[in-house]
């Protein structure tokens, strides 16, 4: 499996920005789909994740009400909505896609969204 993560920017604070993973290779072993970020100086943290049939979704208090995570399987592609930007926000994004199992199939190489007081 391969992600490609598109969509970050630079973007002031309360604007809003779509992020895109799109998967290719063997997407059928894809089950749960996530967005990740890491801001300078601080680990990687989860902020969405989805499953395949998009009925389960999970999503950081720091987010809730702001972002939305969605996924087209016909696309093999998932989406974060981000609204309501703030500078905490600002850091590099990733997506990852788990197995059924949780096996981490794969990451993307990031996306950059910097939000600006």
């Known amino acids: 499996v391969q992600l490609v993560e598109s969509g970050g920017g630079l973007v002031q604070a309360g604007g809003s920005l779509r992020l895109s993973c799109a998967a290719s290779?063997?997407?059928?072993?894809?089950?749960?789909m996530g967005w990740y970020r890491q801001a300078p100086g601080k680990q990687r943290e989860l902020v969405a994740s989805i499953t395949t049939n998009g009925g389960s979704t999970v999503y950081a208090d720091s987010v809730k009400g702001r972002f939305t995570i969605s996924r087209d399987n016909a696309k093999n592609t998932m989406y974060l909505q981000m609204n309501s930007l703030k500078p905490e926000d600002t850091a590099v994004y990733y997506c990852?896609?788990?197995?059924?199992?949780?096996?981490?199939?794969?990451w993307g190489k990031g996306t950059l969204v910097t939000v600006s007081s």
């Open positions: 990852n896609a788990l197995s059924r199992v949780l096996l981490i199939l794969a």
């Open positions: 290779g063997s997407t059928f072993s894809i089950n749960t």
